[in-house]
C-alpha cells in the first residue's frame, strides 16, 4: 500500500505542473509506459525489503531502523525520479541541491516515521491515532521530497508525441492512479472488514468452551496473532450440564481426562480421525431425527435426551480431541508439540456493566482461593508449552509474535471479556509452570495431608500455589529411613504436632546416637513445616506413622522414569469454612491432585492410561453410531465411569466386601475400597449392560491399569479416623 501511495501521489502531483500553454494539450507532460510501470514496482519492492528489515522480529534495533529508514527514503527518491525519466515529450535536468535535499527529507522522515511506529508496535501500544500520526509523517516525507525535487527541476520541451500508443498522457496516467487508488482502498477496507469480523468472532467465543494455546519464548514472552490475540478453537457452546451438581469444573472427571490426555497425545492422534467420523455420524443421526441439520457446538442441539448421542462425556472429549487437532494445525506443529492442558479453567464473557459496577470477578473461587468458576458465560482453556529458540523462530516464521504480558493484557482482556489485572495473573502462573516440571527431590520429606469437604461434594487438599502437584512439605536431611528412625515413628504415631514437638524436646528418650541424630533432624523439620503453614489447625494434625512413597526426580536424562521419595505426613480435617493459610498455599481439588500423580515425564501411567483411552473408546469408533443402553447411558459411558460423581459429605471406607453392597464410595475422585467392572465383551447394541461390584482392592481402578498412588493412602488413613 505504501508504494501505490508513492506511486499515486508522483502522478497526481506532476498533474498540478503546467508548461508553455495550458491549453495546448501537446505541450503538456506525456509518458512512456514501459517506465511508468516499472516506476510503480520499484518502490513496492524497495519499500518490502525495508519492511522487512524491521517486522521479522520483535526486537527493535536502532542500526535496523536507520537501515529501513534509508532504504525507504531511498525507495520514494528511486520512484520520483525514474518517473521523471519516463517523461516522453521534455528532458529533464535537476539542480543537485534539490537532489540531496530531496534525498535527505525521504530518508530523515521514513526513518523518525519508522522509528516511532515500530516502537509503538514492539510495546503494543501503537493505537489508531498514532498510526494515523505516522502516516501522516511519511506522507509528508513523500510530498515533502516531490517538491523539493520538483522545485529544482527544469523541462525542456523535445517533441509532441500525442496519439502514440507506447506513452501516456497526463489525463491517462491520472485514470490510472484513480483506478489502483480506488482498488487500494477497497483492499484495505476488505481487510477492516476481516478483521472486525475476527473481533466479533473473538467476541463470541469469550461466551462459549474455547481451547487457546499459550505457547512462551525462552525469555517467557507470550506467542500471539499479529492482532494481539492468542490462538484458538472452539469446543462447543457450552458444556451441556446433566445435572445441578455437574459443573464443568477441575475437578470434574472429563477435565481430569483431558488433563491426562493432553499429556498423552501420541496416544490419541491416530483416534482423532475415528473421532470426527463418529461426530459426523451421530451429527447425521440428530438431524434426521429432528428434521433439520444440527452442529454438536449447538447447545440444544449437542445432547440428545432420546438417546440419539447418548453420553455427553464422551463427545465432549471427543470435541476436545479434535479441537486441540485443529489448534496444533492453526500454529504449523504437530499434535505432540502442541502443550499441556493447564490446571485452571478461565470463566470469559462475565466483564459486564453490572459486574463492574458490583465488582463481581469472573476468576476466582472462594473455597480453594484458586479455581475458577462459572461466574462467566464461557470458559476457556489453556494448553501451555515453553518453545526453544529454534521452535520461537519457526513460529514466529509462520507469522505468529512473542510479546510481552503487560502489552497485549489488555488486548486480551477485550476479547475475552475478563479483568485485565486477573488475566495477566493467570498468564504469569502459566508461564511459570511452563517452565519446569515441578517434582519433589529423592530423599525424605515432612509433609502436611490437609483435606477440607467441598460445599457441593467431593474433598480439597492443600497444595503450594506455585506447584499444585505437591504438598507442602520440608525435606529431612536424610536419603532414607533406618530401622531406628521407623521405630521412632512408630511411638509418635498418632500424636498431634503440638504433642509431637513436645515429645521430641525431650530428647533424652532416645539416648542412642541414631535415633537422637534422627530425632534433631525430625524436629527441626517439623518447626520448619510449622512456619511454612503458619496456621493454628496445623498443631491438631496428626501423625501417619506409615511412610509413604511418592515420585520425585529421576536421573539426568531424557527416558528416565521418576523416582521414588518418601514422605512422613501429618494428617488432619480443616473445617468446610477454613481459608488458605497463607498466600503460598492454596486448596486445590483432591481429585486433581491425584491425577496430577500419573502425568510425570516418562512415568509408566502414560503407557497404561494410552491403553485405558483405546480401550474406552474402541466400542465408541468401531460403529458409525453409538449403542444405547435401555437406562439411556450408552455402552462408552458405562465403560469409560466418567460419569459424574455424586460426593457423599464424609463418608467411611467399607471394609466388607460382597455383590449386596449397593454403593460404590468415591471421595474426591479416589477409590478406596471398591472398584466396578462392566463387562460389554459379549454384550450386543441391545444387551442389558449390569454393573457389578467386585469387592474391596485397596487401590484405584486396578482392573484399568492405573495404579494407586500415596494420595489414596493418606486419603484413606485421613477418612478411616473421621
Known amino acids: 500500500m505504501g508504494g501505490i501511495g508513492i506511486w499515486c501521489m508522483h502522478y497526481i502531483a506532476n498533474r498540478a505542473i503546467i508548461l ?255 473421532m470426527k467420523c463418529h461426530i459426523r455420524s451421530i451429527t447425521a443421526a440428530a438431524a434426521s431425527r429432528r428434521g433439520s441439520e444440527v452442529s454438536l457446538h449447538s447447545p440444544d442441539a449437542t445432547y440428545s435426551h432420546s438417546g440419539v448421542v447418548g453420553d455427553y462425556a464422551v463427545v465432549f472429549r471427543e470435541l476436545f480431541c479434535i479441537s486441540a487437532s485443529a489448534l496444533a494445525g492453526q500454529i504449523n506443529e504437530p499434535l505432540e508439540n502442541l502443550g499441556v492442558l493447564y490446571d485452571e479453567i478461565l470463566s470469559t464473557g462475565a466483564a459486564t456493566k453490572a459486574d463492574r459496577k458490583f465488582g463481581v470477578s469472573a476468576g476466582k473461587d472462594v473455597e480453594s482461593g484458586s479455581q475458577t468458576i462459572n461466574a462467566g458465560r464461557g470458559q476457556l482453556l489453556f494448553v501451555i508449552r515453553r518453545a526453544n529458540a529454534a521452535e520461537a523462530a519457526k513460529l514466529q516464521a509462520s507469522g505468529y509474535r512473542f510479546a510481552e504480558v503487560q502489552n497485549i493484557v489488555s488486548i486480551l482482556a477485550r476479547s475475552m471479556q475478563v479483568n485485565s489485572e486477573e488475566l495477566q495473573m493467570h498468564i504469569e502462573n502459566m508461564q511459570i509452570s511452563s517452565t519446569t516440571e515441578h517434582i519433589l527431590e529423592p530423599g525424605v520429606h515432612l509433609t502436611c495431608f490437609a483435606i477440607r469437604a467441598r460445599v457441593k461434594g467431593g474433598f480439597d487438599v492443600l497444595v503450594r500455589k506455585d506447584a499444585k502437584n505437591l504438598l507442602p512439605a520440608v525435606q529431612v536431611p536424610t536419603l532414607r529411613l533406618s530401622p531406628v528412625a521407623l521405630a521412632i515413628l512408630q511411638e509418635l504415631d498418632g500424636m498431634s504436632v503440638a504433642t509431637c514437638l513436645a515429645t521430641l524436646g525431650n530428647r533424652k528418650t532416645w539416648s542412642e546416637d541414631t535415633a537422637h541424630v534422627f530425632v534433631t533432624q525430625f524436629y527441626d523439620s517439623l518447626t520448619a513445616l510449622i512456619g511454612m503453614i503458619a496456621d493454628p489447625f496445623f498443631e491438631e494434625a496428626v501423625l501417619i506413622s506409615r511412610p509413604v512413597s511418592a515420585p520425585c526426580r529421576g536421573e539426568e536424562s531424557q527416558s528416565s522414569a521418576p523416582a521414588r521419595a518418601t514422605l512422613i505426613a501429618f494428617r488432619t480435617i480443616v473445617p468446610i469454612q477454613a481459608r488458605t493459610p497463607n498466600d503460598q498455599l492454596v486448596f486445590s481439588p483432591l481429585s486433581l491432585f491425584n491425577t496430577q500423580q500419573h502425568v510425570y515425564k516418562n512415568a509408566s501411567d502414560h503407557d497404561a492410561f494410552a491403553r485405558i483411552i483405546h480401550r474406552e473408546f474402541s466400542d465408541v469408533l468401531c460403529s458409525r453410531s453409538t449403542p444405547i443402553s435401555p437406562r439411556g447411558q450408552t455402552l462408552a459411558s458405562l465403560h469409560s465411569g466418567l460419569s459424574p460423581n455424586r460426593w457423599p459429605d464424609f463418608p467411611r471406607p467399607s471394609g466388607s466386601s460382597g455383590r449386596n453392597q449397593q454403593s460404590n464410595p468415591s471421595f474426591g475422585g479416589i477409590m478406596v475400597s471398591q472398584s466396578v467392572i462392566v463387562d460389554v465383551a459379549e454384550a450386543g447394541p441391545d444387551a442389558n449392560v449390569e454393573m457389578h461390584t467386585l469387592g474391596t482392592v485397596g487401590q484405584a481402578a486396578k482392573e484399568e491399569g492405573d495404579v494407586a498412588t500415596f494420595v489414596n493412602e493418606l486419603f484413606a488413613a485421613c477418612v478411616a479416623d473421621g
Open 20 to 274: 508553455i500553454d495550458a491549453h495546448d494539450a501537446g505541450a503538456q507532460i506525456s509518458y512512456s509506459a514501459v517506465y511508468t510501470t516499472l516506476s510503480f514496482f520499484v518502490p513496492i519492492l524497495v519499500l518490502l525489503a525495508a519492511f522487512s528489515m524491521l517486522g521479522t522480529n520483535e526486537t527493535t534495533s536502532m542500526t535496523r531502523i536507520g537501515i529501513g529508514g534509508t532504504l525507504a527514503g531511498l525507495a520514494i527518491c528511486g520512484m520520483h525520479y525514474l518517473g521523471q525519466a519516463g517523461i516522453s515529450n521534455y528532458t529533464c535536468s535537476y539542480r543537485i541541491p534539490n537532489v540531496i535535499g530531496a534525498a535527505v527529507i525521504a530518508v530523515f522522515a521514513s526513518t523518525t516515521a519508522l522509528a516511532v511506529f515500530f516502537v509503538l508496535r514492539a510495546a503494543w501500544t501503537n493505537s489508531w491515532w498514532k498510526r494515523a500520526t505516522c502516516a501522516i509523517v511519511l506522507a509528508g516525507a513523500v510530498s515533502g521530497m516531490h517538491w523539493t525535487a520538483a522545485s529544482g527541476t527544469q523541462y525542456r520541451f523535445r517533441a509532441r508525441v500525442i496519439g502514440s500508443q507506447q506513452n501516456l498522457t497526463g489525463k491517462q496516467a491520472v485514470t490510472m492512479v484513480i483506478i489502483f487508488s480506488i482498488v487500494a482502498c477497497a483492499l484495505l477496507l476488505g481487510l477492516a472488514m476481516l478483521a472486525q469480523h475476527r473481533r466479533a468472532e473473538q467476541s463470541n467465543r469469550a461466551q462459549q468452551v474455547v481451547l487457546a494455546c499459550a505457547t512462551f519464548d525462552p525469555k517467557g514472552r507470550l506467542m500471539v496473532s499479529p492482532e494481539g490475540l492468542v490462538p484458538s478453537q472452539k469446543i462447543t457452546s457450552s458444556y451441556l450440564e446433566q445435572s445441578l451438581d455437574d459443573v464443568f469444573c477441575t475437578s470434574h472427571p472429563v477435565f481430569l481426562w483431558i488433563y491426562r490426555a493432553t499429556r498423552n497425545w501420541r496416544g490419541i492422534a491416530d483416534l482423532i480421525p475415528s
